[in-house]
């Protein structure tokens, strides 16, 4: 409680005070209860982020950058030019299903 009064008096004491900061923090101040319950979600919180960062990876910086581009697009000009071919395999056997 002595933390939460010094940081109104803190806020009190600028140019432009944020009175909804104030008087959130008084409510906490006034009810035990809702300060207790608010302690416990900032702890579970940062619990949560801690054990996220430590069982997870993120995949924007696992990859190490070579500046290599991949030239050899032969396996993909084949990949689409069978597409293209089923695809109008496929349109054949439709049109000559519906004669």
Same mark, same amino acid.
């Given at each position: 409680?002595?933390?939460?009064?010094?940081?109104?008096?803190?806020?009190?004491?600028?140019?432009?005070p944020n009175k909804e900061?104030? #008087?959130?923090?008084?409510?906490?101040?006034?009810? /035990? $209860?809702? *300060?207790?319950? +608010?302690?416990?979600?900032? @702890? #579970?919180?940062?619990?949560?982020?801690?054990?996220? /960062? $430590?069982? *997870?990876?993120? +995949?924007?910086?696992?990859? @190490?950058?070579?500046?290599?581009?991949?030239?050899?697009?032969?396996?993909?000009?084949?990949?689409?030019?069978?597409?293209?071919?089923?695809?109008?395999?496929?349109?054949?056997?439709?049109?000559?299903?519906?004669?």
């Amino acid at each position: 409680m002595k933390e939460i009064t010094e940081i109104i008096l803190k806020e009190k004491k600028k140019k432009e005070p944020n009175k909804e900061y104030i #008087q959130w923090l008084q409510q906490l101040s006034d009810k /035990k $209860e809702l *300060t207790d319950q +608010f302690i416990e979600q900032v @702890k #579970q919180q940062n619990f949560l982020e801690k054990l996220y /960062k $430590e069982s *997870t990876i993120e +995949f924007d910086n696992y990859f @190490k950058y070579s500046g290599k581009v991949e030239e050899d697009k032969e396996i993909v000009d084949k990949f689409v030019w069978k597409n293209r071919m089923a695809d109008r395999l496929r349109e054949y056997m439709e049109k000559k299903d519906k004669n």
